[in-house]
């Protein structure tokens, strides 16, 4: 199968001199919900931000769909790749929730029924239609994250990325986007970039760990929490379910939901 994104020996330095990625070599496969976890300023939104073509690699390359994303304009990859920002604040610019998440897809030529079906359903799915005549920046940070989700949404790119969705969500805000990105999975390949690693768990197929500008693991979430010394590298924690089995002498310390902890239990307790 051809990945849908595949990143080649991919080294960027912003202007200031910074290098934030060296050497990444990477693919993603369509349809998975791949996490991007990692310390803070080891290169998480920097690598994204290369799949929308927001930014173009100094060295080697990133091809989207099999095609560089340096031979394609803004429009054309923003059709398959859709960014929601990290800081809504840097995403959001309209006076109204409806106008905001309305105006991606008008960009993309949505026009009439068309149109107005993708905002609606995206505001649905998101569960801020009622609050569609709001303006976005009066709205509190849980939701304005739900209003960047989905202008993307409405979209309709292929693959969906989303740059710490839970960040300064509450309890219910995360367990908002834990369902979205359920309902999302179903029609897009996810990326999300999180330092929940509950949410992880939960939702992910692969996880991409990153340190100092580097990838330094890739592979199931199982497998990445047993990894304890690239996790404390990284000030990272495995989820609290699989800390508790790691406790527990004789259990497997890739335990990952509460049912495979209890069935671990009762054969440790037998
Ligand atoms: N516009 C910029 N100009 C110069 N350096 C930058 C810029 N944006 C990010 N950096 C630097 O690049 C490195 C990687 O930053 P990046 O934002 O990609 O990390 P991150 O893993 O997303 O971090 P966080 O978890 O805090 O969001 C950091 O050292 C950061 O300071
Ligand atoms: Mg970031």
Known sequence: MTPIIKASKVTFTYPAKVTALRDINLELNEDEVTAIIGQNGSGKT????????LLKPTKGEVLVEGKDTRDLTTAQLSKIVGYVFQDPDDQLFMSKVYEEVAFGPKNLGFKGKELKSSVKNALKMVGLWESRKKHPLDMNLNDKKLVTMASIIAMKPDVIILDEPTNGQDHQGIVKVESLINKLRKEHTVIIISHNMELVSKVA??????????????GSPKKAFTKKKLLNKTYLKPPLITQLGQGVKGMPSDVLTINELVKELQKVSK
């Open 205 to 218: 197929d692969r996880v991409v760990m990153m340190y100092d500008s580097r990838v330094i693991f890739e």
């Open 46 to 53: 920097t690598l994204v931000k290369h799949f929308n073509g």
